[in-house]
């Protein structure tokens, strides 16, 4: 990859698509996680205002802390980008608080975490609404087209994907050729949502280098039965997440309604 002209490229394309929006920058969430960081970075780099978000809920003290140095880097190197911290814990706790009890708090572990990724998604587009900016994606490639993993309305709701055409080992290379700081860098990828410190691979089962091959083969056409081994178990965990999380890389899907009818 030649990464700076690919930097280059991403900066003039968000840019180009704020000027022409007539927007006058760009918010974003930080998480501690190399997306965010260098996404981040690359709006910053447009030299377009930059609001930072820090959006804790029951938030893993070493993310906190990879978000807040990132944005003070940020701060330190261009001068238009802000910080805005909101605790959303009281606001989660509340939500928590006043929906139906259930008899296995188990079973709705995983809509609580998607609810995490929604509250911070209204909150970005109240900033958005209220400076006149854009909100700014932080997914990947093999996150946004690969196994879907992000939640629908919730990190997945923004107004623009800057990385989501590359695979995670160049955002990577990326992150290396900005300076984002090493402890991002060094960081196991996680999505956040947990309270916790599992990890992506945890949760789905593969390695992100093993999903970029999978999606690459998947790309090739290659079926279960051309793997054996390690390799035809990632294939399988690839093609099992692509399959169920369709829904979220394809359209809405619109009821059409036959002209005799109406």
Known sequence: MQTEKVVDHIVNWLKEYAVNANIKGFTIGISGGIDSAVTSTLCAKTGLELLCLEMPIHQAPNQETRAAKHIEWLQLN????????????????????????????????????NTRARLRMTTLYYFAALKGYLVAGTGNKVEDFGVGFYTKYGDGGVDLSPIADLYKSQVYEIAKFLGINKDIQEAAPTDGLWGDDRTDEDQIGASYPELEWAMKMDDQNKKIDDFEGREKEVFKIYKRFNSSNMHKMIPIPICKIPSTLI
Do not use: C, G, H, Y
């Open 78 to 113: 261009f001068p238009n980008v802000s910080r805005q911290p909101v605790n959303l814990t009281p606001v989660f706790d509340s939500f928590v608080a006043n929906i139906p009890t259930v008899k296995n708090e188990e079973d709705r572990f995983m809509s609580l975490a």
